[in-house]
């Protein structure tokens, strides 16, 4: 290859990578929504009374994922009960705000390990027994439950995976992964925080390197993070300690650091970054898995960059930087040592790669040095391939990168469709009774902290009211299933559920008034709702005048999609709360019967990690407002036997839902999905209005097109086999 077609190759894959991950404005947006995030979870678990700050770590923050690469989210939740010194120093004189105080030793583990020792449990323990009992279980209760029983305080980080006050029968745990629970497509770890540095992460500030990056301003800034404490001991596979203290032994993390180190390189780095995960998943995750890891090819892409001048971090010569950070794995691997970045004296191989496995691992990626361009001409993840190949005999051909299925355009769409859970499902196989008197104890935990902490956030207050709102519905399902059992039913109950519903109404989002108008349809409280229905017809009309989620839906653009990029995410996530409700399976008695039916679409769905749009978790059900609100005006008039405005309803629904059929569908990489979003459950909902009609043929109709638009995972297809059912039996008699 000579040196101007090496150029050539590296410019195309530059616009490639550009257009599918890596561009200053999706990456802008990506850390824009996940620092939002950061912010809005912490605010609400102190508004819950829970002394916790949320982090997100890893490639959707850091703007170095595909949507082929189907990456999960990394939360960190840091738990500020805890209150942790190095043995090196003094002990603090007096915790404040009720913090247990914690020992670090570091001096007799391995370098990345070190072990936690609580001062004075017995004495701590009184002193938190005084705390209010609806305090958080998990940072009280089980903490002292386990820890009790130790007479020499040292603290196993198996604690951070235990639940001694729940029944193994009612939960719903994800999957432990190193120090991570998975649930879902979320890794989430539990952590202390030492404000200190331990000695050994001094590594990354004192050792000698060329001097351009990381630059002193960021290193600088890096002294200042701390470290966090997880819960996981060394590899069992190693001789770093026995297998008596493996359950003693924390690890030290250095998470923030890594990620400001991230935060301060420019897209060209990231581009390189990207193509070499790329090239992992698809060469060298179906053979070694996780063993060869994310992190070790981020730790020789720190290295690359730091040993090599920065004048080579070209656009021309992507292809080339790509091969710089092959070349530091292969001599890591070469060497059987693989140095972490920022800490001193550790091998990340350790308990990973097998002895057998490292010359057939510099052999691998010796080949694929050699041959990068052709591996690269011939990937299959995000079409990388056939995309390239497509235009590689055009010269200077920028038009298949400036289509509607841009990354940022799929990436809004995306963040516009769904949002983050508030709550985990962790209680749907339990007792009523007992998910009534965890929900309650919620309810009183928000009531009591919920003011507290605003202040700097009260920006973000509209978010603590879409919570209540959330938690009024969560609450109130329950209520409504004993109701539905013939159970005795408490009004006073219910009415705290109605009383979280009536203070979410004042952040004036158009979702909290439709989920309150919801509960009074199931309820039975049918003059109530239908006093809400103008109300929030009115409101809608009014906000789809300013709302760009809402014209993104009627008309969707990349310029769309980049003023939603620009502007504020408070905005965007407002917006997006009024034209989108999301029900989890936890409120499933506040939406009418027939949309339960969505909460099954996740058993008609065949798709594979390759073939997802939009990741929709399929446990919820996601409705648009406006076709909903009509769907609950037809169903309430109709109890309410007001024949004209029943009809006028119906009329308002058809018409909304042939304006979500007219619009575009776009296409990425042969999967479809409707740009107006949850277009199927809208069909549906007026699928079976036309059924309560008696207008079979045209409800049938209705079922079909939304199947159309929509083949998987769609509750159309068990509307459709429920009127053939209907069908046969008619037969039969």
Same mark, same amino acid.
């Given at each position: 290859m000579d040196l101007t077609d090496d150029r050539d190759f590296s410019e195309r894959l530059s616009r490639f990578i550009d257009h599918i991950a890596v561009n200053e404005h999706l990456i802008q947006f990506r850390r824009k929504i996940m620092l939002y995030h950061e912010h809005v979870n912490t605010l609400k678990n102190k508004a819950s009374g829970r002394n916790r700050r949320t982090y997100i770590f890893g490639s959707q923050i850091e703007g170095t994922t595909t949507i082929g690469m189907m990456s999960d989210a990394d939360f960190l939740h840091r738990f500020d009960t805890f209150r942790l010194f190095l043995d090196s120093e003094n002990e603090p004189l007096q915790p404040h705000d009720h913090q247990i105080v914690i020992k670090v030793s570091i001096d007799e583990c391995a370098s990345q390990y070190c072990v936690l020792t609580m001062i004075e449990p017995s004495t701590q323990a009184r002193r938190f027994r005084?705390?209010?009992?609806?305090?958080?279980?998990?940072?009280?209760?089980?903490?002292? +439950?386990?820890?009790?029983?130790?007479?020499?305080?040292?603290?196993?980080?198996?604690?951070?995976?235990?639940?001694?006050? +729940?029944?193994?029968?009612i939960l719903k745990p994800g999957k432990r992964h190193g120090p991570a629970e998975n649930i879902g497509n979320n890794d989430i770890v539990r952590a202390y925080f030492c404000k200190s540095i331990p000695k050994q992460c001094m590594f990354v500030f004192e050792r000698p390197r060329p001097g351009h990056w990381p630059s002193e301003k960021t290193l600088k800034k890096a002294k200042k993070y701390g470290v966090f404490i997880?819960? +996981?001991?060394?590899?069992?596979?190693?001789n770093i300690c026995t297998y008596d203290y493996f359950e003693y032994r924390w690890r030290i993390s250095t998470n923030l650091t890594e990620r400001l180190f991230m935060f301060s390189l420019d897209s060209l780095h990231l581009k390189a970054f990207v193509l070499t995960k790329m090239i992992?998943?698809?060469?060298?995750?179906?053979?070694?898995?996780?063993?060869?890891?994310?992190?070790?090819?981020?730790t020789a892409f720190f290295f690359a960059?730091?040993?090599?001048?920065? @004048?080579?971090?070209?656009?021309?010569?992507?292809?080339?930087?790509?091969? &710089?950070?092959?070349?530091?794995l292969k001599r890591f691997l070469t060497r059987r040592d693989c140095p972490h970045f920022t800490i001193k004296n550790v091998n990340l191989f350790d308990g990973k790669i097998e002895r057998?496995?490292?010359?057939?691992?510099?052999?691998?990626?010796? &080949?694929?040095?050699?041959?990068?361009?052709?591996?690269?001409?011939?990937?299959?993840? @995000?079409?990388?391939?056939?995309?390239?190949?497509?235009?590689?005999?055009?010269?200077?051909?920028?038009?298949? &990168?400036?289509?509607?299925?841009?990354?940022?355009?799929?990436?809004?769409?995306?963040?516009?469709?769904?949002?983050?859970?508030? &709550?985990?499902?962790?209680?749907?196989?339990?007792?009523?009774?007992?998910?009534k008197a965890e929900y309650e104890n919620e309810y009183t935990r928000f009531q009591t902290y919920y003011r507290a902490p605003l202040g700097k956030y009260r920006k973000y207050e509209f978010e603590l009211q879409s919570t209540m709102s959330t938690l009024a519905s969560i609450l109130a399902s329950v209520y409504l299933e004993e109701k539905a059992d013939g159970r005795e039913y408490n009004n006073d109950c219910i009415n705290k559920a109605r009383q979280m519903?009536?203070?979410s109404l004042k952040s004036d989002i158009i979702g909290n008034y439709m989920r309150y108008a919801s509960f009074l349809f199931c309820n039975?409280?049918?003059?109530?709702?239908?006093?809400?229905? @103008?109300?929030?017809?009115?409101?809608?009309?009014?906000?789809?005048?300013?709302n760009l989620v809402n014209q993104l839906l009627i008309s969707p653009s990349e310029s769309l999609a980049l003023q939603i990029a620009k502007q504020s995410y408070e905005q965007t996530s407002k917006q997006r709360r009024s034209v989108f409700l999301i029900f989890s399976y936890e409120e499933a008695m506040c939406v009418p019967a027939f949309l339960r039916y969505e909460l099954c679409r996740g058993r008609l769905c065949t798709l594979t990690s390759s073939g997802v749009g939009l990741y929709i978790d399929y446990d919820l059900i996601c409705v648009q407002i406006e076709p909903y609100l009509y769907y609950l005006q037809y169903l309430t008039y109709r109890e309410l036997h007001k024949e004209p405005k029943q009809s006028e309803a119906l009329k308002k629904l058809s018409i909304i839902i042939e304006i979500i059929k007219s619009s575009r569908v776009i296409s990425f990489k042969k999967n479809a999905f409707a740009a107006h979003g949850f277009c199927d459950t809208s069909l549906n909902m007026l699928g079976h209005c036309l059924e309560?009609? +008696?207008?079979?043929?045209?409800?049938?109709?209705?079922?079909?097109?939304?199947?159309?638009?929509?083949?998987?995972?769609?509750?159309?297809?068990?509307?459709?086999?429920?009127?053939?059912?209907?069908v046969i039996q008619s037969l039969r008699t």
């Open positions: 005084k705390l209010d009992p609806i305090r958080d279980p998990v940072d009280i209760v089980t903490f002292f +439950q386990r820890i009790g029983t130790l007479s020499d305080g040292m603290i196993p980080h198996t604690v951070m995976f235990e639940a001694i006050n +729940q029944p193994s029968v997880v819960p +996981q001991g060394p590899p069992k596979s190693t992992r998943k698809e060469l060298f995750v179906p053979e070694y898995q996780d063993r060869l890891s994310t992190f070790h090819f981020k960059v730091e040993n090599t001048r920065p @004048d080579v971090w070209r656009v021309d010569n992507l292809i080339n930087c790509v091969k &710089y950070i092959f070349a530091t057998h496995e490292f010359p057939k691992l510099v052999d691998k990626l010796a &080949y694929v040095i050699n041959s990068l361009r052709t591996k690269l001409e011939h990937m299959q993840i @995000d079409n990388m391939g056939k995309t390239l190949n497509k235009r590689s005999t055009i010269k200077n051909d920028r038009s298949i &990168y400036c289509s509607n299925t841009s990354a940022l355009l799929m990436y809004v769409f995306r963040i516009c469709h769904l949002e983050m859970p508030t &709550y985990n499902n962790h209680l749907l196989v339990a007792p009523v009774n007992y998910r519903y009536t203070q039975g409280e049918y003059d109530a709702a239908c006093q809400y229905f @103008d109300l929030i017809e009115n409101l809608i009309q009014e906000d789809t005048k300013s309560l009609e +008696q207008k079979w043929e045209s409800a049938w109709k209705n079922y079909t097109t939304s199947l159309r638009l929509q083949p998987e995972a769609n509750a159309a297809a068990l509307h459709l086999t429920r009127l053939l059912w209907q």
